[in-house]
C-alpha cells in the first residue's frame, strides 16, 4: 500500500510503472524465499526416506518391518498412533502386527472380522478412509466393532495389496485435527 499526503500531487504514470515494478520484485523476492525453504524441506524429506528406505530394506521379519515403517511415519507425519494389521484370507479376519503410540499398544494381537470397521471397510473397498481424514463421531469403531482410537481426532487407513492380494492395512492417527 503506497500512500502521499494529501496534500501531495497524486501519482503519475511513471509513479505508477515505478511501483508496479518494485511490487512485482518484492513479490519476486519472497516466492524466492519461499522456494528455497520448500526445496530445504524436500532434501530433509528425502534425507529420511532415503535412510528409512535403506532400513526397510535390511528388515527381515514383519515385525521388523512394521517398526521401520512405524518410525518412518512418525518422523515424516505429526502423528500419534501408527498401527499395521495382517488380513488373513482363509478366516477373513485382521489381526494387528503393529501398534505404536499413544495408547495403542495394547491392541497387538487383537483380531477383528469383515465388520463394518473403517479398517475392515478400507480392506474391502482397497480405498483409503475416511476421506475427510477426520473422525466424525468419536466412538466410530476403527479396528473392529466396538474399538474406537480414544482421544483421536484425526485418522487415515491405507489398504495393502501384494499385486490383486490384500493382505492387511496400515492405519495413522493423531489427537488433533
Do not use: K
Not at 505508477?16 to 524465499?33: C, F, H, N, Y
Not at 518412518?72 to 479376519?93: G, H, K, P, S, Y
Not at 495408547?103 to 483409503?128: I, K, P, Q, T, W
Amino acid at each position: 500500500v503506497v500512500d502521499r499526503a494529501p496534500d501531495a500531487p497524486g501519482f503519475d504514470d511513471v509513479d505508477l510503472l515505478a511501483l508496479q515494478t518494485a511490487a512485482e520484485q518484492v513479490a519476486l523476492a519472497i516466492r524466492m524465499e519461499m522456494l528455497v525453504v520448500e526445496a530445504a524441506s524436500a532434501r530433509r524429506e528425502m534425507a529420511i526416506l532415503d535412510a528409512a528406505a535403506a532400513r526397510l530394506n535390511s528388515a527381515l521379519t514383519p515385525d521388523d518391518v512394521s517398526r521401520e515403517a512405524a518410525d518412518l511415519f512418525a518422523r515424516v507425519l505429526d502423528i500419534d498412533a501408527f498401527i499395521v494389521t495382517a488380513f488373513d484370507e482363509a478366516n477373513a479376519q485382521q489381526r494387528v502386527l503393529c501398534a505404536q503410540g499413544a495408547g495403542v499398544s495394547h491392541l497387538v494381537g487383537h483380531r477383528f472380522d469383515d465388520d463394518g470397521s473403517v479398517a475392515a471397510r478400507a480392506l474391502r473397498r482397497m480405498e483409503c478412509l475416511p476421506y475427510s481424514g477426520r473422525i466424525e463421531h468419536p466412538g466410530v469403531s476403527v479396528l473392529g466393532e466396538g474399538m474406537p482410537l480414544v482421544g483421536a481426532r484425526s485418522l487415515l487407513v491405507f489398504p495393502m495389496a501384494m499385486g490383486q492380494r490384500t493382505v492387511g492395512t496400515i492405519a495413522v492417527a493423531a489427537a488433533r485435527e
